[in-house]
């Protein structure tokens, strides 16, 4: 007897189909609620400069300062005091990573910035205070570096009410 050709089968138990699976839901991207809800730090940029997104109000500044690192925060609390207190109508923004001061319709007056070892504050028309504040070499813009307990806040009210009063600066 010859062999038929090719494999040979045995006969087996036949197996059930399968039932058709239903899809499985994709696992979520996002953070579960308890994670969601942590506000994140903003992160520190050279010098301890905290990166906070571009937007107007008080919020985003409140938030800046907030991130600033150690005694600079300090500072910032007083400069923002003292802004408010010496021109209540002011308008605020940040922009570049760094408060802006204005008044609206007239343009920004102040900004100021962190450095690792000090905050400079920069009055865009510095050249036009009495006196002209220390730093600068520029055409219009004078500035002043603020280390900590180093703030002369009656000078510095000074500056700001007459920079306030002047034509400011617009981008």
């Known amino acids: 007897m010859n062999a038929p050709p ?101 343009g920004w007056f102040l900004s100021f910035h962190v450095f690792t070892h000090y905050v400079k504050a920069t009055f865009f028309r510095g050249t036009s205070l009495v006196p002209v504040p220390p730093g600068g070499t520029g055409k219009d813009a004078r500035w002043i570096d603020i280390r900590e307990d180093d703030l002369d806040e009656a000078q510095m009210a000074t500056w700001v009410k007459q920079a306030a009063a002047l034509p400011g600066w617009v981008p």
């Not at 040979?8 to 308890?34: D, E, F, I, N």
């Open 6 to 106: 090719g494999p040979v089968r045995m006969p087996s138990k036949a197996k059930p189909k399968a039932k058709p699976r239903a899809k499985l839901a994709k696992p979520r991207k996002t953070a579960p609620k308890s994670q969601s809800r942590k506000a994140t730090k903003p992160t520190l940029l050279a010098g301890g400069n905290p990166q906070i997104a571009k937007a107007d109000g008080d919020a985003p500044v409140q938030a800046y300062i907030a991130a600033m690192p150690g005694g600079k925060r300090d500072i910032g609390k007083r400069l923002d005091a003292l802004i408010v207190h010496s021109v209540p109508n002011v308008r605020k923004a940040v922009k570049w990573n760094s408060p802006f001061y204005g008044i609206e319709g007239q």
